[in-house]
Nanobody, 115 residues
Framework: QVQLVESGGGLVQPGGSLRLSCAASGSVFRIGDMGWYRQAPGEERELVATITESGNTNYADSVKGRFTISRNNAMNTIYLQMNNLKSEDTFVYYC?????????WGQGTQVTVSS
């Protein structure tokens, strides 16, 4: 019904930047809250940042001041600008979107921060 596709991950050196995108398609009439989460193997998925349809944002303490979440409602897309990346930011990053009260997850995109 609804598909979320993340892109923009990859390998970057510490201190570098990446911009993740998450595009929603399918039966998308309206998208409510959206967010980015991240997960390492064997660990719980953790919140990175959320954004409401009105643009209110919330960030995990570990990324405040470095990451910025934004959305383009006309394109049904959200973004995560990641600056000053650290090795501790190495995770698979997942997009979450609420559509008609249901939660949808993307397939994830790998971010690896290494020298």
């Amino acid at each position: 019904q609804v598909q979320l596709v993340e892109s923009g991950g990859g390998l970057v050196q510490p201190g570098g930047s990446l911009r993740l995108s998450c595009a929603a398609s399918g039966s998308v009439f309206r998208i409510g809250d959206m967010g980015w989460y991240r997960q390492a193997p064997g660990e719980e998925r953790e919140l990175v940042a959320t954004i409401t349809e009105s643009g209110n944002t919330n960030y995990a303490d570990s990324v405040k001041g470095r990451f910025t979440i934004s959305r383009n409602n006309a394109m049904n897309t959200i973004y995560l600008q990641m600056n000053n990346l650290k090795s501790e930011d190495t995770f698979v990053y997942y997009c979450l979107a609420y559509v008609t009260g249901r939660a949808y997850w993307g397939q994830g995109t790998q971010v690896t921060v290494s020298s």
